[in-house]
């Protein structure tokens, strides 16, 4: 009974070892598709700075997450590289939040004088009161409080920071590798190219400060699928890059 029941139970462990294997397969595969897709997109919405193109990135970076989740569901344990980078992006984030901080009046004052001065002259000395007895709105972070100047677009700021810091950490701990990496750049140059060959047609053939033939643009600064040219060129500058790394790396 025993030497016949061995066989069945090793082909059992072998087959979940192998399902296991092929789910773990699949979910990495997912993320390396959302994440070249991400890469290729971006560029072409309009070079992704409007809110609800940003939204599509920030969008993109939760599905990465819970690509993640699944991967330590599957495996049975975090797995999580140590990483200069990564400690770097953290404490530039946890610099954000430090920045957002509500702060006694006088910590502040000893921390940053300027910023106290200029709290005490451009704020009123007396509570705003409000005619027929409105309420006053109550603030957060309170007015005055904070080390950041303008504590809203500090945390709008931050919360890109935070995107940056979540799409490395799910990159840099699930796929990265240098196949990934010869397979990232491959894209990068291919869809930069196509980028470089779509600003020119634009460029002789369109009407002036005309996204896609068709899309009024303010600013009076386009070149291509993007609303700033300075933009075209800081994504080129990657792409040629990368380029670059790929042509040595053979």
Not at 13 to 28: P, Q
Not at 148 to 175: D, H, K, M, W
Request: charged residues 10%; aromatic residues 10%; contains cysteine.
């Amino acid at each position: 009974m025993a030497s016949t029941a061995f066989p069945v139970v090793a082909a059992d462990h072998r087959g979940g070892a192998g399902s296991h294997r092929t789910a773990t397969g699949l979910v990495r595969g997912s993320m390396k598709a959302v994440v070249l897709v991400m890469v290729c997109l971006s560029p072409w919405a309009f070079g992704a700075v409007a809110p609800d193109h940003e939204f599509l990135l920030d969008a993109g970076i939760a599905v990465l997450m819970i690509l993640w989740g699944a991967r330590m569901l599957l495996d049975g344990q975090l797995s999580w590289r140590k990483c200069a980078v990564a400690v770097c992006l953290a404490a530039w984030v946890f610099l954000g939040l430090w920045q957002v901080t509500p702060l006694p009046r006088g910590l502040l004052s000893r921390i940053s004088p300027v910023t106290a001065r200029m709290y005490d002259r451009l704020l009123p000395a007396q509570p705003e009161v409000l005619p027929f007895g409105e309420p006053v709105g109550v603030s957060i972070p309170p007015a005055g409080s904070t080390l950041s100047f303008y504590p809203g677009s500090t945390q709008r700021e931050l919360a890109r920071c935070l995107a940056i810091l979540l799409l490395f950490a799910v990159v840099r701990n699930n796929i990265a590798s240098p196949a990934s990496l010869r397979r990232f750049s491959i894209v990068a140059l291919v869809n930069g190219s196509l980028l470089a060959l779509f600003a020119l047609v634009q460029a002789f053939s369109a009407a002036p400060q005309t996204i896609y033939w068709s899309y009024p643009a303010p600013g009076g600064s386009v070149f291509g699928p993007f609303i700033n040219r300075n933009h075209f060129a800081f994504h080129m500058n990657v792409c040629v890059g990368l380029g670059a790394g790929l042509l040595l790396s053979r």
